[in-house]
């Protein structure tokens, strides 16, 4: 068919139009040449039946790796990948489809196999007759890097939101709540009702907690200063729970009030704390002030004994009866137990009371050395022998040697008292892992299950006649010393046939 067919022997005028129309067409071609090559995006042109590129643009070219003619002999399954075979595709984009444009993302293989997302829109043009599929593929990668971006700092922020052991609540700028977050296991706040989004805050809270909280948003809205206060409940039965507030201010993206945040910490283990602190440093202050007078009055004590001593001394001396010497010597052994006992209670007090001890190295086993020496003389009137046993020359310790000194001498003392005349008793020192254990063996008479569980209270005494010159006290004060050296002190016994003691001390350098 030709031009005269469609307008037979056409007139000059109807010459001149179609010469324009054809212009006026030439030149939409133009502009859309113009555009599909100068277009920022990629643009594939697709015969719909066999599915090749039939044009691209230079974008295209670019962006794909391939030259014009390289994809123009390519089908367009050769660089799309289809929907389903890549995982983190996310699917057809329909909103647009009865408009006669198809949106969707997918990936597109570049020439050197690597993968770019796009997002795809098709739509059917009709060219010199026949339809074609133009493909405008734009590059999304930006934008899907923005939204893993995004999606992984909102999940960073719901764990962390999660992971808190507090009550959080997020409000809206009326006082409903939005968003919240209560730590599972937390007791429940004291909360008087189930906490749900879309409920006014001054439904959850006791009505007392509740005007707290709008004094306090009155003031963060007026000052824009983070408000925090502390308040506590009585739980019944007479349980009170102490809470912790914070109330921040929220913005939205323009900066405006968007509402507020509220953070409730239970405080109750921390406010228990300060209270048991406040006990304990009353009670210590107690403790001193006790020991304070115990000290002062036994050095009352001290002067006036002492000068019935010294009388004792020189009356005995003028004395010749017999009997009159007796009295003199029960009157002595009483003076004497209640000295005994001043310094017991003395020392009792200091240990109790002396919070800081210098405490220094200092080698063990010549220190039980010293000890025995000094035992000796005790172990002489009664013919009796010690026995030291060292399994090696050197136990290095930190403390108050004299005090050491003072409970070992307490617990050798005490074997040789209480085993026969002539009897052996034995020392031995060893180490025991990062110990030294120091053990005072005696054949003595021994103790029974029941006197083992009291031994180291203070004036236990088993057979009270027999220990009538002494108050009880020593075990006790000798424990007491070892446990300030972060030792521990133990016994075993049977009545009859003897002890052992067995003293622990940490070693250093070990
Ligand atoms: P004290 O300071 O009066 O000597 P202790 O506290 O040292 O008192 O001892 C308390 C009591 O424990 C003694 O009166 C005695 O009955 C008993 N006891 C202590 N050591 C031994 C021992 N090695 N064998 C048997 N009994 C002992």
Redesign the pocket.
């Known amino acids: 068919m030709s031009e005269n067919d469609l307008i037979p022997n056409p007139s000059p005028d109807e010459l001149t139009k179609l010469r324009q129309r054809v212009a006026e067409l030439e030149n939409a071609e133009k502009r859309y040449l113009n555009l599909f090559e100068n277009a920022g995006d990629a643009i594939l042109i697709v015969d719909p039946v066999t599915f090749t590129i039939v044009d691209a643009n230079a974008n295209a070219a670019r962006r794909f790796g391939y030259s014009k003619d390289e994809l123009k002999r390519l089908q367009i399954a050769d660089i799309e990948i289809p929907q389903d075979t890549h995982q983190s595709n996310s699917g057809f984009v329909w909103e647009s489809f009865a408009s006669g444009v198809i949106l969707y993302e997918c990936y597109y293989r570049r020439k050197d196999g690597s993968l770019m997302a796009v997002e795809v829109s098709r739509s059917y043009v009709v060219a010199g007759g026949q339809t074609l599929q133009q493909n405008v593929v734009r590059d999304i990668t930006a934008r899907k890097e923005m939204q893993a971006a995004l999606h992984e700092s909102e999940e960073r922020l719901r764990s962390t939101f999660e992971s808190l052991d507090d009550f959080v609540v997020v409000l809206d700028k009326t006082g409903l709540i939005l968003d919240y977050h209560i730590a599972p296991h937390s007791g429940g706040f004291g909360l008087q009702v189930e906490i749900f989004k879309g409920r006014p805050y001054w439904e959850l809270l006791p009505a007392e907690v509740s005007a707290m909280l709008d004094d306090h948003i009155q003031s963060l809205m007026d000052s824009g200063v983070v408000q925090e206060f502390d308040y506590s409940i009585t739980e019944p039965p007479n349980q009170v729970m102490w809470f912790n507030v914070k109330i921040s201010l929220r913005s939205d993206s323009e900066g405006g009030f968007a509402g507020v945040t509220i953070v409730f910490r239970d405080i109750t283990e921390r406010r228990d704390a300060e209270q048991q602190r406040l006990a304990y440093s009353l009670e210590r202050e107690r403790v001193k002030l006790l020991g304070d007078f115990i000290t002062n009055v036994s050095h009352e004590f001290k002067t006036p004994l002492s000068v019935i001593m010294t009388k004792i001394y020189l009356m005995e001396k003028t004395m010749m009866n017999e009997k009159e010497i007796e009295k003199l010597r029960i009157i002595q052994e009483q003076v004497t137990y209640i000295n005994?006992l001043i310094s017991?209670m003395l020392m009792m007090s200091r240990l109790n009371t002396d919070s800081e001890f210098a405490f220094e190295p200092f080698e063990l086993s010549g220190l039980v050395r010293e000890v025995v020496v000094t035992a000796h003389q005790l172990a002489a009137t009664r013919q009796q022998s010690i026995k030291l046993n060292l399994q090696q020359d050197s136990f290095i310790v930190l403390g108050k040697k004299e005090d050491v000194h003072h409970a070992l001498y307490?617990?050798i003392?005490?074997?040789l008292?209480?085993?026969p005349n002539e009897a052996t008793i034995t020392v031995n020192i060893l180490s025991k892992g990062n110990y030294v254990l120091l053990e005072?063996i005696?054949p003595?008479?021994?103790?029974s299950k029941e006197?083992v569980q009291f031994?180291?209270d203070?004036?236990?005494?088993?057979?009270?006649a027999?220990?009538a010159?002494?108050?009880?006290?020593?075990?006790?004060?000798?424990k007491k010393i070892i446990e300030i050296h972060k030792g521990a002190i133990e016994?075993t016994?049977t009545l009859g046939k003897?002890?052992t003691?067995a003293v622990y001390l940490p070693q250093i350098n070990h």
């Open positions: 005994h017991a307490n617990l003392e005490n074997a008292l209480f085993s005072i005696d003595g008479i021994g103790l006197d031994i180291f203070p004036f236990y005494r088993v057979d009270k027999r220990t010159r002494k108050a009880g006290l020593g075990l006790s004060i000798a016994v016994s003897g002890s003691f």
